[in-house]
C-alpha cells in the first residue's frame, strides 16, 4: 500500500490522477474545504453504499427462502418487487438529474435516505408478513437505483474529459470493495447468530414439542440434513415446532444484519448531505464529438 501511493505521487499516468478531485462546489468555507470535493464525496459514497446495498442484495433472497419458501415460484414473486424497483429507481433518478440540475444533492439525499429506510426496515420482517417484505424491498431497492449509477453520471460531468473512463472504472470498483466490507460483516453477523442459536432453539422447541432426549441428534441430524426418509419416522407436531424453530431463529438473525446496514447507509446519506450545489457543472458540452 505504501508503495502504491509512493508510485502514485512520481508515475506520469498515474491510476488515481489528482486532477480528479480538484472540483469543488465552492471556494468559500476554508474549514470544510476537503469535503466540498464533489469527486471525494460522491467515491465515498459510493464505499459505504455499496456496503449498504449488499444487505439486502445479498441477503433478501435468503431470507425470503427461509421465511417464505420452500416453493421457488412464491419466492420469485416475492423477489420481483426488488428488481422492477432497482430498475425504476436507476431510471427516473438519471431523468431527475437532467431535469432538476440544482437539486441533484437533495435527489441523492431522497435516495440514500429511502433506500436506508427500507432495508432497515427489513428488520421487521417474520414469517407472516411476505406483503410487508415486498413493499419495503421495493422502497430499498428503488432509492437504491437513485444511488448505484447517477453519482457516476454526475462524477463523469465533474472530471476532467480525458478522466471520464477512468473515474467512471473507479467508481464501480470503489462500489464492489464496499460491497465486499459489507458482505463480510453481514455474513460473520449471520453465521455467527445461526451458529450460537440455530440448534439450540430448534433442540428446545423439539423437546418442548414431545420428542425424547436421546432421539435429539438423529432429529437435528435429519432436520438439517434434509432427509425426508427420516424426518417421516417423526410425529408432525415435532417436525413442525422444529421448522418454526428455524424459521424464528433465521429471523432474529438477518434483523441483525438490517440494523447493522444502517450505519452504512447513514454514512451515505450525510455524504449526499455534504455534496453541495454541482449545477456549475452540469452542462450541455459535449466532451468528444465522434461525428
Not at 433465521?250 to 444484519?257: G, T
Request: aromatic letters at 12%; hydrophobic letters at 50%.
Amino acid at each position: 500500500m505504501v508503495g502504491f501511493v509512493v508510485w502514485e505521487n512520481i508515475a506520469t499516468y498515474p491510476m488515481l490522477p489528482a486532477r480528479l478531485f480538484t472540483n469543488k462546489v465552492s471556494s468559500r468555507c476554508p474549514i470544510f474545504l476537503m469535503f466540498q470535493r464533489v469527486s471525494i464525496l460522491l467515491l465515498l459514497m459510493s464505499l459505504v453504499f455499496g456496503a449498504n446495498f449488499w444487505s439486502v442484495a445479498a441477503f433478501w433472497p435468503l431470507q425470503a427462502q427461509q421465511l417464505y419458501g420452500p416453493g421457488g415460484v412464491k419466492i420469485s414473486y416475492d423477489l420481483l418487487p426488488y428488481g422492477y424497483g432497482l430498475i425504476a429507481g436507476i431510471a427516473l433518478f438519471n431523468i431527475g438529474v437532467s431535469i432538476f440540475p440544482t437539486a441533484i444533492r437533495e435527489l441523492f439525499t431522497l435516495g440514500a435516505a429511502m433506500s436506508t429506510a427500507g432495508i432497515a426496515g427489513m428488520a421487521a420482517l417474520n414469517p407472516t408478513n411476505a406483503a410487508l417484505g415486498r413493499g419495503l424491498s421495493f422502497l430499498a431497492a428503488f432509492g437504491s437505483g437513485g444511488i448505484i449509477y447517477p453519482p457516476t453520471t454526475v462524477l463523469t460531468c465533474v472530471c476532467p474529459d480525458d478522466l471520464i473512463g477512468t473515474v467512471s472504472a473507479i467508481m464501480v470498483s470503489i462500489r464492489y470493495i464496499g460491497a465486499s466490507v459489507g458482505f463480510a460483516v453481514y455474513f460473520n453477523v449471520l453465521n455467527r447468530k445461526l451458529s450460537d442459536n440455530l440448534q439450540t432453539n430448534v433442540a428446545n422447541a423439539a423437546i418442548q414439542a414431545g420428542l425424547s432426549p436421546d432421539q435429539l441428534p438423529g432429529f437435528l441430524g435429519a432436520l438439517f440434513g434434509s432427509n425426508s426418509t427420516a424426518l417421516a419416522g417423526y410425529p408432525l407436531s415435532i417436525l413442525e415446532a422444529g421448522e418454526v424453530a428455524v424459521k424464528s431463529t433465521y429471523q432474529d438473525s438477518f434483523k441483525l444484519v438490517y440494523l447493522i446496514s444502517i450505519a452504512f447507509g447513514g454514512t451515505a446519506v450525510l455524504c449526499c448531505v455534504l455534496l453541495g450545489n454541482v449545477r456549475k457543472y452540469i452542462v450541455d458540452r459535449v466532451a468528444v464529438d465522434i461525428h
